[in-house]
């Protein structure tokens, strides 16, 4: 019996065969992108691209699923996808050490069925729904989740139905802007809390900080995996997008 037998009964062999067949990129592999990628090789995707420029570091234990103090240092893609090998050998890995931008290769989204962006930076979401958008292909994009602790807030919808979440509001001006009418997110309508910045050691240096859990992130990764496996089985994604 084979170690996806358990998703067959609930899902069927034929599903299961298209989530092995499917291509799905994976933009940022932090708190929630990596555990967008366990819930995805533990459900039976086949083919990965995994897009991150960093490293592990100590601050990335408390809720990243590939940071271990055995894992410190070490590129995340590289971390990445010696796990998704160990969860599933068959797997076919391509990785990309890069911070992606509007100015990147954009062959990195070449024979991909699913996008997840998970990326931190808005101008790069903002660029790689764009992208996806012009090929009309499948996308959806996490939020929020730093400075939150309730993960049962966490919510799916469609971009322009959301509130609360200050990344939405950002993003939802810029798509507007560029003619995208819509986009699947996972987005949380906790209030963000204000970290406790003092306590945290100030010779990091960090531009801006942000409190967080393992608790949030890590359900915000799943739902995402969740939502791809949906949509790759059900293959009724389709785009939209408003008059150029």
């Not at 911070?99 to 101008?123: M, R």
Request: include cysteine.
């Amino acid at each position: 019996m084979d170690q996806f037998a358990r998703t067959s009964l609930l899902i069927g062999k034929d599903a299961v065969k298209k989530l092995c067949d499917a291509t799905v990129a994976i933009f940022g592999l932090g708190g929630v992108g990596s555990y967008v990628v366990e819930g995805l090789a533990r459900a039976g995707v086949g083919n990965f691209v995994l897009v991150d420029n960093d490293a592990i570091d100590e601050t990335n234990i408390n809720r990243q699923i590939i940071a271990l103090h055995s894992t410190l240092g070490q590129d995340k893609v590289l971390v990445a996808k010696d796990r998704i090998l160990d969860i599933n050998p068959g797997s076919n890995i391509v990785v990309h050490k890069i911070f992606y931008s509007k100015d990147s290769s954009q062959e990195i989204l070449d024979g991909c069925d699913y996008v997840v962006d998970a990326i931190d930076t808005i101008s790069a979401k903002i660029a790689l729904v764009e992208e996806c958008a012009k090929r009309n292909l499948a996308i959806i994009s996490a939020m929020g989740a730093g400075n939150r602790l309730d993960p049962t807030l966490l919510e799916v919808a469609d971009i322009f139905k959301t509130s609360v979440c200050p990344v939405c509001r950002v993003m939802r001006t810029e798509l507007k802007k560029r003619g995208i009418s819509s986009l699947k997110v996972v987005y949380s309508k906790e209030k963000p809390i204000t970290p406790d910045v003092a306590s945290y050691d100030v010779n990091r240096g960090d531009s801006k900080i942000l409190g967080s859990t393992p608790f949030v992130p890590a359900v915000a990764g799943l739902i995402l995996a969740n939502e791809v496996v949906k949509d790759i089985i059900s293959s009724d994604f389709e785009w939209q997008r408003g008059a150029d």
